[in-house]
């Protein structure tokens, strides 16, 4: 099946993850410029009238940049709405992205019906992020486009699964589109993610050390100091699996090696209760930062990312 015609004219086949409290208006902006999806979670956008600010900022200044650019448009931008009952917010987020018109919706914790119809009713498409194919089978049940398959190694919320399995098994019975995320930072990972059947790759923790992202300087020179078995996989402060950086965890004054189990009704969403412990203190990050030598601008991310995918066609003559 070939991909929306919205994906059809990235520079490469990528998406920036959106990152909780990290991804800004400003970095959504420059990785759209740059040519790959930018996305961002609608809860970023803190405060009274904030994430149609935020909608308003994007639509206008990519309109803006595509006048001035029309032979090399900008990507498209993406809102992740979390459908999970604790966020209070959904249904008047999902109100403000459909007056302005957002063209990727991308789902998490949760599928309705109710949100894919709203992303549809403008024209937009909607990828939904799954850990296992019990959910990759409801989210396209439900009416989602596309399925963005969370592999072992992801940052943040991640499943358990090889890329590798995961990928194959879903093919098997889905022909749409299908976004790889877990421990990719460059753009031989971008190339291998297409090798194994999916369409795009899906990178979030690289963009954490970039000028544009909204993380405190010493989580981006975490991520240039760290590797891949400096990442902790539980479930303890959000009570989801995600992968987490240890020197963040001992900062806190925890014991890596014996954290506690989380439990699943602890996660809170609404935006007076999100629990600054987790993300803003213990970082999320996924097992692929070994390549992150460095703190750059967006543009000079995406460059990289660029150079290395076609380097890797060059090497397989492809």
Not at 19 to 26: A, G, N, Q, R, Y
Not at 28 to 49: D, H, M, T, W, Y
Not at 231 to 252: H, K
């Amino acid at each position: 099946m070939a991909l929306p015609e919205i994906l059809q004219s990235l520079r490469i086949p990528l998406i920036g993850s959106p990152l909780f409290i990290v991804s800004s208006k400003e970095m959504v902006l420059e990785q759209c410029k740059a040519g790959i999806v930018g996305s961002f979670p609608a809860l970023n956008a803190r405060g009274e009238g904030e994430f149609e600010r935020w909608l308003k900022f994007l639509t206008e200044e990519l309109d803006r940049y595509n006048q001035a650019n029309p032979d090399q448009p900008a990507a498209p931008f993406a809102v992740n709405q979390i459908v999970h009952g604790s966020n209070g917010r959904l249904m008047e987020d999902l109100e403000l992205s459909v007056k302005y018109e957002v063209p990727i919706t991308i789902t998490s914790l949760g599928a309705k019906v109710e949100v894919n119809e709203a992303a549809h009713s403008h024209g937009g498409i909607v990828l939904h992020d799954v850990i296992n194919q019990k959910f990759a089978h409801k989210a396209i049940e439900k009416g989602a486009d596309g399925l963005i398959l969370v592999a072992s190694g992801a940052g943040g919320h991640a499943g358990e699964l090889s890329p590798f399995a995961f990928v194959q098994e879903t093919r098997e019975w889905f022909d749409g589109p299908i976004a790889l995320s877990g421990s990719m930072a460059t753009g031989d990972a971008v190339l291998a993610a297409l090798a194994m059947g999916a369409d795009l790759a899906y990178i979030g923790s690289a963009f954490i050390a970039c000028e544009e992202a909204n993380a405190a300087d010493g989580y981006k020179q975490m991520i240039v100091d760290c590797g891949g078995e400096d990442i902790v996989y539980s479930d303890y402060f959000t009570g989801v699996s995600g992968n987490y950086l240890r020197p963040s965890i001992e900062a806190a004054g925890m014991d890596p090696n014996n954290i506690p189990k989380g439990d699943i009704s602890t996660m809170k969403f609404s935006e007076s209760e999100v629990d600054a412990k987790a993300w803003k203190d213990i970082w999320g990050c996924g097992q692929g930062i070994g390549a992150i030598e460095e703190i750059v601008t967006v543009a000079e991310r995406v460059d990289t990312i660029v150079e290395q995918y076609h380097a890797a066609r060059r090497r397989l003559a492809l």
